[in-house]
């Protein structure tokens, strides 16, 4: 099932860099979301979109910014990475009239 | 805050077994609870959900129960086969509606052959 795929799927940098994770989606559905997974932790929110025009934070946004290119597409931005974002990051859409989160398969960051 | 939390980290059992993964949540205005299914590597998996109108919800071997007296969800696996080993966890749409989930660390459900 590749409704939502994620670009790269692992990625090695060096602290200072900038990177940016990229997200696609065929689903048609107009909410995409980003999350990071951390041993032990449970998801948590960095950025989301309603639309195009639309884009909130979550309860971890600092040192992250994103892009809504489309409608099928959210980019996450680390701007000068750190070894704390060292984790798995996962986009996800959701349709309007649902609450269903739908979720890519990953992006696996090492930051050094 | 208002946080979603697991009972077990790790749970074994025999092939062919039921399972039963817990998951306490704190936030009383919750109306709509999702179980994810994640194998490693992978992204989550969509299992079954279950609006807080409902105590019983059963889909292919999958069935979550919700007790909204002691804040409580559970999913039931039956007859529990290898490919079922990942880690599962539920998540909570909160206050304020659907916008948000606030999700649960995860229970690693281990297979034995």
């Known amino acids: 099932d590749a409704d939502v795929t994620q670009t790269p799927r692992n990625r090695i940098t060096k602290t200072g860099k900038r990177i940016m994770l990229e997200c696609s989606q065929t689903k048609g559905h107009d909410r995409m979301y980003w999350y990071r997974q951390d041993p032990g932790l449970g998801l948590r929110l960095i950025y989301y979109s309603f639309d195009v025009k639309d884009i909130n934070k979550g309860e971890i946004s600092d040192g992250y910014s994103v892009s809504r290119q489309a409608q099928a597409k959210f980019s996450l931005s680390l701007e000068s990475a750190i070894p704390n974002q060292t984790a798995l990051y996962f986009c996800?859409?959701?349709?309007?009239?649902?609450?269903?989160?739908?979720f890519g398969p990953g992006t696996r960051l090492l930051v050094l | 805050g208002e946080s979603v939390g697991l009972h077990l980290p790790t749970l074994s059992v025999q092939e062919g077994d039921n399972s039963i993964i817990n998951c306490a949540y704190s936030?009383?205005?919750?109306?709509?609870f999702i179980w994810y299914k994640q194998e490693s590597g992978k992204g989550p998996q969509f299992i079954i959900d279950i609006r807080s109108n409902m105590d019983k919800r059963q889909g292919q071997r999958v069935t979550v129960l919700l007790n909204k007296t002691v804040k409580h969800l559970s999913l039931q696996i039956a007859a529990t086969q290898p490919g079922d080993s990942a880690v599962y966890f539920c998540a909570e749409n909160g206050a304020g509606g659907g916008n948000k989930l606030t999700f649960g660390t995860g229970t690693q459900l281990k297979v034995e052959l």
């Open positions: 996800a859409t959701r349709p309007d009239r649902e609450e269903t989160q739908y």
């Open positions: 936030n009383s205005a919750s109306d709509y």
